[in-house]
């Protein structure tokens, strides 16, 4: 077993096209150590069809391996994908091609916070749900909340000694 550094980033170039760059240093400390990258733009076309074309590529010791792909996707319904995919292979002096065809289901969990509105259209500002979504934490916060003191909720009262 050995570790694995990796630096992920995402580029929104435009609300229709974004570039994802992965890099990676896999097999720390070990003989067969790697450094990679994996480079992903997508571009969407409509609300239904999308494109990406990506390349991987892994640098070992005594050869590289590179990995070219191209694929279409069609979003049937907001749960629903329908997606196509060719790749070629490099991988030191042998070479491949394959191509692929995949369905993807959405399960969707996520619950939106809601703002309450009155009769003239403007947020209602203290609503029992206003002060839910106040006490809901971001992602982060909730992650590292657990090295957070709690604030103690008990009263503690104090007692006076009788001499």
């Known amino acids: 077993m050995s570790p694995k550094v990796g630096l992920l980033l995402q580029n929104n170039l ?3 096209f974004n570039v994802i760059t992965n890099f990676y240093y896999d097999k720390i400390g070990t ?3 790697e450094y990679s990258y994996i480079v992903t733009a997508t571009y969407t076309f409509s609300d239904q069809w999308s494109a990406f074309f990506e390349n991987q590529t892994v640098f070992q010791q005594y050869q590289n391996n590179t990995n070219l792909g191209t694929g279409l996707a ?3 319904n907001e749960n ?3 997606n196509t995919s060719a790749r070629f292979l490099l991988e030191g002096q042998a070479e491949g091609f394959y191509a692929g065809l995949g369905i993807s289901y959405r399960i969707d969990s996520h619950k939106d ?4 509105k009155n009769e003239s259209a403007n947020t209602v500002k203290d609503t029992p749900i206003s002060r839910y979504n106040k006490k809901e934490k971001g992602f982060f ?3 590292f909340g657990i ?3 709690k604030k103690s909720t008990r009263n503690r009262s104090t007692r006076k000694r009788n001499n």
């Not at 916070?113 to 309450?116: A, D, I, L, T, V």
């Open 31 to 33: 003989d067969f150590f």
């Open 80 to 82: 629903l994908q329908i």
């Open 74 to 76: 069609y979003l049937y």
């Open 147 to 149: 090295f957070t003191k």
């Open 113 to 116: 916070s809601y703002k309450e």
């Open 141 to 143: 916060s909730r992650i």
């Open 14 to 16: 435009s609300n229709d």
